[in-house]
């Protein structure tokens, strides 16, 4: 069984304690983006990633918000300034995504890996809509007791997403956050 975000709890993603635990700006700074990347921001939820990562990105670049929500989408929009033409908010489901091959040019997956039953699939399934050379940023909680967070038993190490990606990806670089969360970066080759 897993444990997927309850979105009636979307109060709790946005507030001064998590973004001091949980900068959005240092994770952005991993994923090294160009200003004409096309992102990928995968469980965008309220945004919390998104619009950050919307600020660096001047049109060719764009960005796609996916998740499985509509309230967090609709949370989202709320927060966009004006309709923008370089932003797509998209629902998807949990294990296929509604796009083309090679269109990214880097993906942010934060918080969101533990929730899938077969993770492995899923790295597949983003590979997919990757372009060759393009990278791959996962946040994870580490699995360690923490306030906050899914359970202990949902979340994964870095041994897990480094066996996970075997075949799929190559390694970039692993950051921890803080006392409680990771980043490990991928490439697709």
């Known amino acids: 069984m897993t444990h997927i975000f309850n979105p009636e709890q979307r109060h709790k993603l ?3 304690d998590r973004r001091s635990m949980i900068p959005p700006e240092a994770v952005i700074e991993l994923m090294r983006i160009d200003s004409t990347h096309t992102v990928l921001d995968i ?11 919307l600020n660096r990105l001047r049109p060719p670049g764009k960005l796609i918000a996916l998740d499985i929500s509509d309230i967090m989408l609709g949370e989202l929009e709320k ?5 923008t033409a370089h932003v797509e908010l998209i629902h998807s489901d949990a294990q296929q995504l509604p796009l083309e091959d090679a269109i990214a040019d ?3 997956l934060a918080f969101i890996l533990h929730e899938f039953p077969d993770g492995r699939a899923y790295l597949k399934e983003i590979c997919r809509v990757m372009k ?23 979340r994964l190490t870095e041994a897990d997403i480094e ?3 075997k075949g799929l990806f190559t390694h970039v670089q692993s950051r921890e956050i803080n006392a409680y969360q990771y980043a490990v970066v991928l490439a697709k080759p």
Not at 79 to 83: A, F, I, M, N, W
């Open 106 to 108: 880097r993906v942010l």
């Open 132 to 154: 060759p050379g393009a990278e791959l940023t996962v946040v994870e909680w580490k699995k360690t007791a923490s306030p906050g967070g899914p359970p202990l038993e949902h």
């Open 163 to 165: 066996a996970l990606s």
């Open 43 to 53: 469980g965008a939820g309220i945004g919390y990633f998104a619009i950050p990562l």
């Open 14 to 16: 946005d507030n001064p």
């Open 79 to 83: 927060k966009l300034p004006g309709h």
